[in-house]
């Protein structure tokens, strides 16, 4: 079974521009997250949708968007573009919601690594 | 979810048991002890979580004390392909998939 897989993997943007990335879950997995990573500021979580609906979000201005799709794709969107977002972003699919019942249920993708100039 | 503290390094000779420690004095009795680990360019693979008695699968071993405040996870016979940053969280059941992660362990691997 083919696992999370993210595209592009790599992106470099300059400020001010806005970005979309896209994250194709595990066959038959009908829930997805997406994680921010910094070597600053670790892991952190962004949002989490199932049945195409947000259903849970971390603390990340409203410059953060995403969606997901009936086939359970999703993408998520960066506007406005600041150099702090440079960071690799994660996307991990689940079963079902709510997926965090046992978080090693989730599966993680390689990541899209941004870079912000 | 409680916070955790890790060594930022660990070295680790090639097939000798990795030990990697984590403190985690605050958690609370419902709060679960997870390991992932991330090798270089991948996402954080899940290893093994455990709630109080101690854990085996075949990726590795979690001991966790009988206070709850420490864990150790136990590599037995570590391999190059372990070269990668640990991360110890804790996380309660049936809270979501919203991870958070701190510096974890980068540990080395050495022939």
């Known amino acids: 079974k083919a696992g999370v897989t993210q595209t592009p993997r790599y992106l470099i943007k300059t400020r001010g521009q806005q970005v979309t990335l896209s994250c194709s879950p595990i066959s038959g997995h009908r829930s997805v997250s997406w994680y921010q990573q910094t070597p600053g500021q670790g892991l952190q979580f962004l949002f989490e949708?199932?049945?195409?609906?947000?259903?849970n979000k971390g603390n990340f201005p409203g410059r953060f968007s995403g969606r997901q799709f009936s086939n359970s794709r999703s993408e998520m969107n960066v506007s406005t573009l600041e150099l702090g977002d440079s960071a690799l972003y994660l996307c991990a699919s689940s079963l079902d919601w709510p997926s965090g019942r046992l978080l090693h249920t989730q599966y993680f993708g390689p990541g899209t690594r941004l870079t912000v100039l | 979810d409680a916070k955790t503290t890790q060594p930022p390094s660990m070295d680790c000779a090639e097939g000798r048991a990795a030990n990697l420690p984590c403190n985690h004095s605050?958690?609370?009795?419902?709060?679960?002890v997870y390991w992932y680990r991330q090798i270089h360019s991948q996402g954080p693979q899940y290893i093994i979580h455990?709630?109080?008695n101690n854990e085996t699968n075949e990726m590795a071993s979690l001991i966790i004390t009988e206070d709850r405040k420490s864990s150790t996870l136990i590599l037995p016979h570590a391999t190059l392909r372990d070269t990668a940053v640990y991360y110890c969280?804790?996380?309660?059941?049936?809270?979501?998939?919203?991870?958070?992660f701190g510096g974890g362990t980068r540990l080395m691997v050495k022939p």
């Open positions: 969280i804790s996380h309660q059941e049936n809270a979501g998939n919203m991870l958070t």
């Open positions: 455990g709630l109080k």
């Open positions: 949708y199932f049945s195409e609906t947000q259903r």
């Open positions: 605050t958690i609370s009795g419902n709060e679960y």
